[in-house]
């Protein structure tokens, strides 16, 4: 059977998910997952956590788990890689110092860079060498990018090694929020959402094989005011709020497309961002997942999580499967391997390079897509044209941004991060914008960076 390494495997957000799918997937039941973390506490505690509900699901999954890199490596044939090198903490110094040069809620991309610090620097190369060490050790294997940032990561691991690299990501599942809104039964709904990660649209919507965007736009007419005074709308957490926010449905006017999860995230127009008020207007109360008060929530919500797994871990009395119950979590990891090891044909929603799947996209840019994936590998569904304006204004740029991202990462050039800066709409002057480079590259956890970019 199949050997899993799962690396950065103290990730709060993905394992706990990963075995928990993995124990309700009879067909992987016997394979090897090897656990690696270069946090100790972090590791001992997931491997607790896994073993244990393994057991308790009756599997015979033989769970391991290493500190060394090349041991998780050997022998594996999928690589899962949830790293958040440095956690989030040295990213909101970087936010903080370029809120006092007077960008809200910091410069650059509103995720990228965030994830990634500046110029998504400490991510990338991270990434970088953990696929020329998967290149090496265990060629056959296939990569899953599930760590952000996909989009620039998963293209830039496609590029320039021979890794077999898909990139995963949970946003589109964001879709399933529209349709409870509208009231519609999942198994009566076909959806093709595409374009880039944290960046899809809606592209095709049937409901009982008919095109379903008019009962979409009925809704706007009718209901959505009275949606967004609701106490469901209100009260949601801001990740949440925002696939049916007044954001969303003022992109879906302006580009002819409805944009489905991370997308009212990373991709809405900069005049729904300003500051707190509006991002409000567009979001709901909490501003969005980004503003000041969404991402505190997100950042709390991640420590209550991980507090909660160190308590389960350390009491062996308490039973994991009625605390954490087994239902499948929605993430595609565990689905995709299923369906490659297996021969079971499935169709996903991941991150591959282009190859013609959007017209006017090339190539060697990495797409998100519909894809059947079986023994044989990925292969995608063709979508043709998105609509021209949403080309235009916001796909090409969104492009152009990667492909400025990845060529200041591979050359090392500060003058490219700095143009980056200083195009932020926000930037006084071109001083300004180099003084806030060199303070954000003077912080001690981005040393490296600082020698990095010359
Ligand atoms: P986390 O901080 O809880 O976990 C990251 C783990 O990586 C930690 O255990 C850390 O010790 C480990 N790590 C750091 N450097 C390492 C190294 N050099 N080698 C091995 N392990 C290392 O982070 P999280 O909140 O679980 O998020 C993990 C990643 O997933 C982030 O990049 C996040 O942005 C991304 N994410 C992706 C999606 C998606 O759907 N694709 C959704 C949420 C989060």
Redesign the pocket.
């Known amino acids: 059977m199949v050997q899993i390494s799962v690396?950065?495997?103290?990730?709060?957000?993905?394992t706990g998910r990963l075995i928990v799918d993995l124990c309700l997937t009879r067909s992987l039941f016997s394979s090897t997952v090897v656990l690696?973390?270069?946090?100790k506490k972090?590791l001992n505690m997931m491997y607790n956590l896994a073993t244990k509900y393994a057991r308790e699901m009756n599997t015979d999954l033989s769970i391991k788990k290493t500190m060394d890199?090349e041991e998780a490596l050997n022998g594996a044939d999928f690589v899962i890689n949830?790293?958040?090198?440095?956690?989030?903490e040295p990213m909101e110094i970087e936010r903080k110092i370029a809120e006092n040069h007077g960008y809200y809620r910091g410069s650059g991309d509103r995720v990228s860079d965030y994830?990634g610090g500046i110029g998504a620097f400490h991510?990338l190369k991270?990434f970088l060498d953990l696929a020329s060490d998967v290149e090496e050790i265990c060629p056959d294997a296939w990569l899953i990018q599930?760590?952000?940032p996909?989009f620039e990561g998963t293209t830039l691991i496609s590029r320039e090694t021979k890794a077999k690299v898909v990139g995963?990501?949970?946003?589109h599942s964001g879709y399933i929020d529209v349709l409870k809104t509208l009231d519609l039964k999942q198994e009566d709904v076909t959806v093709k959402m595409a374009g880039f990660n944290h960046n899809i649209w809606l592209v095709d919507f049937l409901y009982n094989d008919e095109n379903a965007y008019p009962i979409l736009d009925q809704w706007i007419k009718k209901k959505a005011e009275e949606y967004w005074k609701s106490d469901e709308y209100l009260n949601s957490p801001p990740w949440t709020a925002e696939q049916m926010s007044p954001a969303a449905v003022d992109m879906y006017r302006i580009f002819g497309l409805f944009p489905i999860g991370d997308t009212l995230r990373s991709a809405s127009p900069w005049w729904y961002h300003t500051d707190l008020k509006t991002k409000q207007r567009w979001f709901g109360p909490s501003g969005g997942f980004d503003s000041e008060i969404g991402w505190s929530m997100y950042l709390d919500l991640?420590r209550e999580v991980?507090e909660q797994m160190r308590v389960w871990a350390s009491d062996p009395g308490t039973a994991l499967t009625e605390v954490y119950p087994p239902t499948f979590s929605g993430e595609q990891h565990i689905p995709f391997i299923d369906a490659i090891a297996n021969d079971k044909k499935v169709q996903l929603q991941l991150n591959i390079p282009n190859k013609g799947m959007i017209s006017g996209i090339p190539d060697d840019v990495v797409v998100e897509v519909p894809v059947l994936v079986d023994r044989i590998g990925v292969r995608a569904i063709r979508i043709g044209q998105l609509p021209k304006r949403l080309m235009l204004h916001v796909m090409m740029p969104r492009m152009l941004r990667m492909e400025q991202v990845l060529q200041a990462f591979l050359d090392g050039d500060r003058e490219s991060l700095l143009l980056m800066i200083a195009e932020d709409r926000r930037t006084r002057s071109f001083e300004d914008a180099r003084a806030l480079l060199e303070e954000q590259l003077g912080e001690s956890w981005n040393s490296e960076a600082a020698k990095h970019y010359k």
């Open positions: 690396i950065g495997a103290g990730s709060v957000v993905f690696m973390d270069i946090d972090r890199r949830t790293v958040k090198v440095g956690g989030y994830y991510q991270f599930a760590a952000n996909v995963v990501c949970h946003g991640l991980l």
